[in-house]
């Protein structure tokens, strides 16, 4: 095992064998459908973030679980849902609607 940033990373966690099994991958497409998952996730978290801001913003001072509250709510639904509320929420630019609605539709399997 070798540490990865304060992360314990064997050779081969038997997540891994299942994935390359399940979707016909090779280890370069097991490495770039992991960046995919972990880029997808990151953005999903990030338009939440964004729209939260923005209500907390407009909210002025509330208590924490309020806040707790807020974020969870907002955090309910899909990725489609997340970007369909950034869009109407908050001012995203053309480049960066472009790219998460890029994200959504390149995870349609044809």
């Known amino acids: 095992m070798s540490d990865s940033g304060g992360m314990r990373v064997s050779l081969e966690h038997p997540l891994e064998k299942r994935l390359l099994d399940m979707f016909e991958l090779n280890e370069a497409g097991l490495f770039r459908l992991s960046r995919f ?6 953005l999903d978290r990030l338009l939440v973030l964004a729209v939260a801001t923005k209500r907390l913003q407009k909210a002025g001072p509330i208590a924490s679980n309020e806040i707790i509250a807020i974020v969870r709510e907002l955090s309910k639904g899909t990725f489609a849902c997340h970007l369909k509320r950034a869009i109407q929420e908050i001012p995203l630019s053309g ?14 399997i044809e």
């Open 37 to 42: 998952l972990l880029a997808h996730a990151a």
């Open 95 to 108: 480049d960066a609607e472009r790219i998460a609605r890029d994200i959504t539709e390149s995870r349609i």
